[in-house]
């Protein structure tokens, strides 16, 4: 046996039939809602003279980008510390993650008077 499934959209002002559903945003809090055509079209011109005033935004803020990266005098100190302590690291690109957390954790660093970039107080 067949089924067929009708949505029927209601007006969510007034609970006539609803013909679209709106989206709209305000306060960095997107909304939408079920509006017949007659008060679709009231909510766009109490709108309009905003939006010709406003300017278009990003759906979403953009993010803050995290550094992932050490800054270059800190990998210096890292691939000193890991060659002085039998690693093997390249002179460029990334250091493996191991030896960063050697490095964090190692008291070598400590003990030469080198402080741990990573460290929250910079000591």
Request: hydrophobic share 30%; no cysteine.
């Given at each position: 046996?067949?089924?067929?499934?009708?949505?029927?959209?209601?007006?969510?002002?007034?609970?006539?039939?609803?013909?679209?559903?709106?989206?709209?945003?305000?306060?960095?809090?997107?909304?939408?809602?079920?509006?017949?055509?007659?008060?679709?079209?009231?909510?766009?011109?109490?709108?309009?003279?905003?939006?010709?005033?406003?300017?278009?935004?990003?759906?979403?803020?953009?993010?803050?980008?995290?550094?992932?990266?050490?800054?270059?005098?800190?990998?210096?100190?890292?691939?000193?510390?890991?060659?002085?302590?039998?690693?093997?690291?390249?002179?460029?690109?990334?250091?493996?993650?191991?030896i960063v957390d050697a490095y964090r954790s190692g008291t070598s660093a400590k003990q030469s008077g080198v402080g741990d970039p990573f460290a929250a107080n910079g000591s």
């Amino acid at each position: 046996m067949a089924q067929k499934t009708i949505v029927e959209l209601i007006d969510d002002l007034d609970g006539t039939e609803a013909e679209e559903t709106v989206f709209f945003g305000i306060d960095g809090q997107l909304y939408e809602i079920d509006l017949s055509k007659k008060n679709a079209d009231k909510l766009r011109k109490t709108l309009g003279r905003y939006k010709e005033s406003a300017r278009k935004a990003n759906a979403k803020p953009a993010k803050k980008s995290t550094r992932t990266s050490s800054p270059r005098e800190d990998t210096v100190q890292i691939r000193k510390w890991a060659k002085d302590n039998g690693y093997t690291v390249n002179e460029r690109g990334r250091i493996p993650q191991s030896i960063v957390d050697a490095y964090r954790s190692g008291t070598s660093a400590k003990q030469s008077g080198v402080g741990d970039p990573f460290a929250a107080n910079g000591s």
